[in-house]
């Protein structure tokens, strides 16, 4: 399993950085994402525990589950099935108010499950695409935040 960790500080509120960020169909802001849809509302949220989201980026599509909502401190999910396929054991977004803003705290820790090969691929491929789409994410964030009133 290969750890990836992006992080930004958004010059925005910790509430209205976690709501942006775990708001899933912002996430197309980014030029590497083509869509998300909430498939299934989440306890006491849409996007609380239980919530189910599909996401279909340029890297490929995504079936997620919220497994832990803690607004506006915290969220983790798991990816539950994707194509290609992937091994996923977290997803977690940790928001903690900075100097400047929030301080978003982005980790997966995911693999390919090629034998063999899936370690090198994972490292190769897989994470320099990941962390850039987490990226991509966190700055369309950012852009979207600077513009409020």
Do not use: Q
């Not at 958004?10 to 950085?17: C, F, M, N, Q």
């Not at 980014?30 to 980026?57: D, K, M």
């Not at 903690?96 to 691929?121: D, H, M, N, Q, Y």
């Amino acid at each position: 399993m290969e750890t990836m960790t992006v992080e930004r500080v958004i010059d925005a509120p910790i509430d209205e950085v976690f709501a942006w960020l775990t708001t899933t169909t912002n996430y197309t802001s980014s030029p590497l994402v083509v869509r998300c849809r909430l498939t299934r509302s989440g306890e006491g949220a849409p996007y609380g525990v239980g919530a189910v989201r599909s996401h279909l980026w340029l890297i490929g599509w995504f079936r997620e589950r919220i497994t832990h909502y803690d607004p506006p401190y915290a969220t983790e999910y798991v990816v539950e099935r994707s194509l290609p396929p992937s091994r996923h054991e977290l997803g977690r977004m940790t928001f903690t108010e900075v100097e400047g803003g929030t301080r978003v705290c982005w980790t997966t820790r995911a693999e390919i499950p090629v034998p063999l090969l899936g370690g090198l691929l994972t490292r190769r491929v897989a994470r320099p695409i990941i962390t850039r789409t987490f990226g991509n994410i966190l700055d369309a964030a950012g852009a979207a935040l600077a513009k409020r009133p």
